[in-house]
């Protein structure tokens, strides 16, 4: 039922506010994080590697961030595919995390088998609790997106997201990096969260109209520094998932390095970049852009936008969101873009072509 939307993918994104919400009602007391993860000692892991395939493999990406950033927890990131063949060492004090959705990856069901006897614990986030790949790991941690129909990973991403950085906060307090104070306050910034995607959603309008443009593109260009690359990931892939536009995502530093040779007027490049740290960074990345002739589309905060959106193409002004919370709130522009440019394009959004929602076969 898609519940008066058009597609389940409007449906899914739409549902962001209250999936998180849930998610976050399970998942907080007062000013803790109550995490089925007993018996796992923080203070005891050296080395955390997360696999993962898809939009599932970029929430990882993420993650790493934040558990580097708050916890100090020395991170690996996988694509499952790559990671089982490549069969890596996997020394004690490692502990193995698994994300998926649908739980029934084959690449990434192989991947956390061969972690099996090796690993020191095996935790999975999923979506489908009686998964395989829940049921095989020592600890799984749902990640309460309810049922996701569309093809394009929407409310999972941000609802992986939202399991992983509890997770990371998690571990910060365990291991001394994060007071009682400090972690209450962060908490308290994730429960304003769904408030923060129900004024994002409200910029559906400039995000269709920006789409509308991007649509008539050949390919795009998505660019982000920091928590805000993965994201860009995510956007590019997003977009050629439901609108077939061809669509690349760089670091932005990486841009001097060889993809700034395909700038031109024809190409849309989409900056994701709120008023953070690394902002300037990415501004003058942005620049040498417009210097070639690129349509900036810049996805930032009222700040960004004050200080670097008065000659881009297109502004898409974001609520104000901590640095750390940003890649939730900065999901749900990529996915309208993507929505907005296919419904242009006149794909099937839900279904579109090659895909399948759970890749059973490697
Ligand atoms: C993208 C998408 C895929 C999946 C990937 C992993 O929108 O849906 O990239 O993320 O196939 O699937 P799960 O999470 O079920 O393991």
Redesign the pocket.
Known sequence: DKGGYKHFMAKEIAEQPGVLSNALRAYLNRDTIALPVEGLDFNKIDRLVMV???????ACLTAKYWFEKLAGLPVEVDI?SEFRYREPPIPSGTVALF???????AD?LAALRYCRDKADRIISV??VPESS?ARESDIALPIHAGVEVG????K??TC?LNVLLLLALKAAHARGRMDDAALAGMLDDLRGMPGLFNAALDRDGVIAQAAQKIAEARDVLFLGRGLMYPLALEGA??LK?ISYIHAEAYASGELKHGPIALIDKSVPVIVMAPRDSLFEKTVSNMQEVMARGGKVCLITDAAGAQEAGGDVWQVIRMPEVSETLAPLLYALPAQLLAYHAAIAKGTDVDQPRN?????TVE
């Open positions: 993962a395939c898809g939009t599932a493999f970029y499952a994300v998926s959705q649908s739980g029934e990856t990434t999923v979506n790949i093809v394009a990973s929407t999972a991403f992986q892939l997003k998932e895909l399948a929602k759970s890749v």
